[in-house]
């Protein structure tokens, strides 16, 4: 490999600052150590999580960095010690990494891993504590352990998983991050049970995968409800058998829930980010059993509440992340499995840019009339 343990210059999309409009820079992008993986990325899609870091609301948000955690690649070299990619083999970066050896990945009870966490949270990388990008000597932060709106990325060997070298990128680059979580929520962290009444606040991707987990399971009605009528005609492809937009009633939405389903929901699930919201996904569940998951992420110094009597009376609040999947060991088997058309990812895909086009991306997104936009990285 003419590029191995060289400095490799290419294009990447920089967020300097919060809410500034990204610049496509000439970035250096330095070997990978021991235990790394250097990543040469092909497309990236972008996630809601990207405009919510990009917008100053995160707490770990820093700048400048490169963002991006949704995409699928080719391994260009390895560092020390990494056995179980090598360069060629076809990959998705997982911004929830597997170790398989740590008390999170031991315990059997989360898909959490805390092996390179303390590092992906502050933006660099866990064996010098520093990051693999610069601009014109400035060092520029990691993202997620991710970074994928970059030509090339380097990653920990324990966030990037080896797929099926037949999988399309272009459409498999979804399964870093949106549809796993949505089918996720329901299928490993609510197992929701078939003939169960679901409802689904948000049908953006995450939301469409929820309700597409939901007819899988067998659930009997998938409400969704969205502010934004456009989606409800779509959200019928993913198996949505009714709809509910907020503004159409005066009454609180969780009480209009509730009238329409004898009493409440087996299982909400929270698709926004929005706190309101996700007290309202609770109260919308039946008492003595009804289970509310929340999804969405939402700003720095938001915080949920209801009435602790919710709880009491047997409803049940839960979280997840990247839908409860062991990324390494399960994001191949989810390729596997849209090989074998059982599960949709060229659905959610509403629009195709390039990596130049990111800022418009990235308003398309602000827009509405978007699932997932891919951008092709390179060429
Ligand atoms: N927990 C996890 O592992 C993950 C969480 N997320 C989070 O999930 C959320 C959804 O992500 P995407 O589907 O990519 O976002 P999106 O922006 O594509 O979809 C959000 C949907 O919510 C609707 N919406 C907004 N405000 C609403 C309101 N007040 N009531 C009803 N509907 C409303 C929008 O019209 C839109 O259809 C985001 O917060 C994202 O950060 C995303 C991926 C993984
Ligand atoms: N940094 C944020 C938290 C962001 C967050 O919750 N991330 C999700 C994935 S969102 C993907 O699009 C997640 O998996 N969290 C678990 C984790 O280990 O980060 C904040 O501090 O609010
Ligand atoms: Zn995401
Ligand atoms: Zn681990």
Redesign the pocket.
Known sequence: MATQGQVITCKAAVAWEANKPLLIEEVQVAPPQAGEVRVKILFTALCHTDAYTWSGKDPEGLFPCILGHEAAGIVESVGEGVTEVQPGDHVIPCYQ??????K??KSGKTNL???VRAATGVGVMMNDRKSRFSVKGASIYHFMGTSTFSEYTVVHD?SVAKIDPKAPLEKVCLLGCGVPTGLGAVWNTAKVEAGSIVAVFGLGTVGLAVAEGAKTAGASRIIGIDIDSKKFEIAKNFGVTEFVNPKDHDKPIQQVIVDLTDGGVDYSFECIGNVSIMRAALECCHKGWGTSVIVGVAASGQEISTRPFQLVTGRVWKGTAFGGFKSRSQVPWLVEKYMKKEIKVDEYITHNLTLAEINEAFDLMHEGGCLRCVLKVHG
Request: aromatic share 8%; proline share 0%; glycine share 8%.
């Open positions: 990494a597997e170790c398989r050896e740590c999170f990945c891993c805390g092996k324990v």
